[in-house]
């Protein structure tokens, strides 16, 4: 059974500063490595992908991936409240997605 | 439609009914994704078509659960004799190609409570 781990939180960051979140997988095959955000209530929406070893940035966010220690993490720099929500990380696995449990994230004023 | 629409957006259903939840995908879109998200888990992959044919039913959890989409379009998700344990909020996604791609898009989802 192919498995994605993250620390459930809650992560809690100040405003303006960096957050990082983490998240392990099992299967030293996977390619594709996917980070969701959700708000309460809501589904998830899917902020970035990354397929190679190193990193990739969009904005504010930077997905960074070591496939040698089976790692991929999610930075968010200037944290804002209104990032305030669960960070899912999922694996893909041929036709699938495998998700993680999540992990909240609470950035305060 | 702009989005993936699903319906109803909020099913009580008492234990024991039957229950079809529906899924609209965005036009055009080949591939339809049914996922399971219980409270304070991620999301679990039940079903996946491309087009008309279900390519992967592996996640189905009994068969109570069944999935169709029978014109290559709009999907139904269908638990019979529900059961407490299936409460949960109920997800589709679509996406344009018949890969993965890069990721998908889901609809606002399905609550379906149990009691």
């Known amino acids: 059974q192919k498995e994605v781990e993250q620390n459930s939180g809650p992560l809690s960051v100040p405003e303006g500063a960096i957050a990082s979140l983490n998240c392990t997988y099992s299967?030293?095959?996977?390619?594709?490595f996917f980070w969701y955000r959700q708000y309460s209530g809501k589904s998830p929406e899917l902020i970035m992908f990354?397929?190679?070893?190193g990193d990739k940035e969009d904005g504010r966010f930077t997905a960074q991936l070591n496939k040698a220690s089976q790692y991929v993490s999610l930075l968010i720099r200037d944290s804002q409240p209104s990032d305030s929500a669960t960070y899912l990380c999922?694996?893909?696995?041929?036709?699938?997605?495998?998700f993680g449990t999540g992990t909240r994230l609470q950035v305060f004023p | 439609g702009a989005g993936v629409s699903q319906s109803p957006r909020y099913k009580v259903a008492k234990r024991g009914q039957d229950v079809a939840l529906r899924c609209d995908p965005i036009?055009?879109?080949?591939?339809l994704f049914w996922y399971q998200q219980a409270l304070g888990q991620g999301p679990e992959f039940l079903t996946y078509?491309?087009?008309?044919?279900?390519?992967?039913k592996s996640g189905l959890p009994s068969d109570r659960f069944f999935a169709e989409r029978p014109e290559g379009s709009v999907s139904t998700l269908k638990i019979q004799r529900t059961q407490q344990e299936d409460s949960a909020v109920y997800l589709c996604?679509?996406?344009?190609?018949?890969?993965?791609?890069?990721?998908?898009?889901f609809g606002s989802g399905t609550r379906l409570t149990v009691v």
């Open positions: 299967d030293r095959g996977s390619q594709s």
């Open positions: 990354i397929y190679s070893n």
């Open positions: 036009s055009g879109h080949v591939s």
């Open positions: 999922a694996v893909q696995d041929t036709d699938k997605l495998i």
């Open positions: 078509f491309q087009n008309e044919a279900q390519l992967d």
């Open positions: 996604a679509s996406s344009l190609s018949g890969t993965l791609g890069n990721g998908y898009t």
